[in-house]
């Protein structure tokens, strides 16, 4: 099929280097063009690509080659900053909104909370090398992390808590799924509609077990790559 010989001809050239991370693609105009195809067969060859990782897109933008994604340990803490700094990457880390409201059904359930309890809500989107990856939603008790967001909100937050609350995470619980993008978070990092994604829920624990604090990371499916390693007794 001709959008399977397209797609192989622009995953070859990236593959060589000919096509380096960043870099963005053509007008999908100008390579109708070049492949002598309609635009609607060269989109299911960029939808393929998109879905092997290999190239993203930008609203209003155009295609982009995808850089290296970030590695990510789920067995060890993790700190984004920390981690992207580490494998050579700039990252930064920009507050999109942070407020006080009522626990939504999610946040309800995963930190344990009866109805109409009050949470710090901390939205904040996680860049590598100048691209938004990641989009995270932050729920945190109020009770136990008073006067909150008068506080910087763009670093290391774990270690924001236990400076100024000696607040400790002794234990997080995970989930992930592949999920997509929806139209507020897509518009904040610049994505689109739809395009799919991965969702990693974090739920951090204090030393008595109880839950502090629950992450919903928003991920660029092709912008991290999840590892883990597991002793099993013998």
Known sequence: MQYIRIKDAIKEQIQSGQLPAGEKLPS??????????TRVTLREAL?????????????????????????VDLSLPFEFSATASSQGRTPSIDVHRAESLMANKESTQFLSLPPFTEVFNICRIHRLDGRA??????????????HLLQHPLDGNLAELYRENW???????RYAVCSSTFDEPIAS???????????RITRIHFDEAGTAQECVIEHWRHNAVSLDMMVEFGR
Not at 47 to 71: M, P, Q, V
Not at 189 to 197: C, D, F, N, Q, R
Request: hydrophobic share 35%; with cysteine; proline share 3%.
């Open 28 to 37: 999908e105009r100008k390579l109708a063009d070049t492949f002598k195809t």
């Open 47 to 71: 939808s393929l690509l998109e879905a092997d990782g290999l190239i993203y897109r930008e609203d209003r933008r155009g295609w982009f080659i995808s850089h290296r994604a970030l590695r």
């Open 166 to 172: 000696q607040l400790n995470i002794s234990k997080c």
């Open 188 to 198: 904040t990092i610049k994505s689109t509609v739809g395009a799919p994604s991965l």
């Open 133 to 146: 990856v990641m989009y995270a939603e932050h729920y945190v008790r109020v009770e136990r992390l008073p």
